[in-house]
């Protein structure tokens, strides 16, 4: 069973920024996909930033493209959401996600709050 947990979400203001944070257990971290996503209160989940497994290639919706970076370190088994310049419209619960083809292992979520 592979299990991922999320940390390094709070509250922050307008044009801060925050680290997320994913450790992952149970499974072959270096061979998965990473992703995450967020889903804002009262809206469905959205795809924000994913990760190959070689950490070469990322990818990045275009709400976050030029603030959000992408990370990983296999060694650790941990992927990162470095956050800059947040905005409102970034508050939502993250999730971190992987995966060999798709993704279908699920961390519990961390709240990013951003103050106006």
């Known amino acids: 069973q592979v299990q991922l947990v999320e940390s390094g979400g709070g509250l922050v203001q307008a044009g801060g920024s925050l680290r997320l944070s994913c450790g992952a257990s149970?499974?072959?971290?270096?061979?998965?996909?990473m992703g995450w996503f967020r889903q804002p209160p009262g809206k469905e989940r959205e795809y924000v930033a994913g990760i190959m497994w070689s950490g070469v290639i990322t990818y990045y919706a275009d709400s976050v493209k030029g603030r959000f970076t992408i990370s990983r370190d296999n060694a650790k088994n941990t992927v990162y959401l470095q956050m800059n310049n947040l905005k409102p419209e970034d508050t939502a619960v993250y999730y971190c996600?992987?995966?060999?083809?798709?993704?279908?292992?699920w961390g519990q979520g961390t709240q990013v709050t951003v103050s106006s």
């Open positions: 149970g499974g072959t971290f270096s061979t998965y996909r």
């Open positions: 996600a992987a995966g060999d083809y798709d993704y279908v292992y």
